[in-house]
């Protein structure tokens, strides 16, 4: 993961913890060197579409992925359903522990930083892409060989991108989701 915006980077004491002597980490920290930057109300929106566009990937990968699997199976509109918005989240958590967990964050931690940092992106996302699927003429009786699935999920999922990038703008701001992920680096 990649953070290439830090409108701050000063390595002295920052605001929300005070200096460490070596050795002396806060839960979440590893290593010398590391630490907990606290950026609130400094989200540029490009930030926020750096954030939304990593969880959508993963929620994507997992809508595509339970999609495949259930028409595979030969399951109803509902079940496929039901199994692509669970792989949604459970890829979309993915990606960003693979970041925070590549950082040093041990497990715990970087799963309760994961589930605060993507909870409400990925709800918004498949709230949108499932409506704008479920709402569209034809496209739940689509087979994954018909180019209404996939023309109709392209721009479900453009819409879900553009509707959650404010959300998270919004969130950064505040020093939630996407920013509590940055923290960790």
């Keep these: 993961m ?3 915006h830090h409108e701050h980077h000063e390595h002295h004491e920052h605001q929300g913890h005070g ?7 806060s839960p979440g920290q590893l290593s010398p060197g ?7 109300g400094r989200a540029s ?22 999609m495949v699997i259930g028409t595979a199976l030969g ?19 993915a990606f960003t522990l693979r970041g925070i967990l590549g950082a040093g964050v041990d497990l715990r931690t970087a799963v309760r930083v994961a589930l605060a940092a993507d909870t409400l992106s990925i709800a918004v996302m498949e709230l949108i892409d ?7 003429p034809g496209a739940m009786d689509a087979h994954l060989s018909d180019p209404l699935f996939w023309t109709v999920l ?5 819409a879900a991108f553009v509707i959650t990038v404010p959300v998270n703008k919004w969130m950064i701001g505040r020093g939630k989701g996407h920013a509590v992920v940055h923290q960790y680096h």
Excluded: D, K
């Excluded at 590391?34 to 609130?40: A, D, I, K, T």
């Excluded at 499932?130 to 569209?136: D, M």
């Excluded at 392209?154 to 453009?158: E, F, G, K, Q, T």
């Design 34 to 40: 590391q630490h907990v930057h606290r950026q609130h």
């Design 154 to 158: 392209a721009i479900a999922l453009a």
């Design 45 to 66: 929106w490009a930030m926020a579409a750096r954030a939304t566009l990593h969880c959508l990937t993963g929620c994507a990968i997992g809508e595509v992925l339970g």
């Design 75 to 93: 399951w109803g509109n509902a079940p496929t359903m039901v199994l692509a918005i669970i792989l949604a989240f459970l890829f979309g958590y």
């Design 2 to 4: 990649q953070h290439a």
């Design 130 to 136: 499932n409506g704008v699927i479920a709402l569209w």
């Design 19 to 25: 200096q460490h002597g070596p050795g002396q980490h």
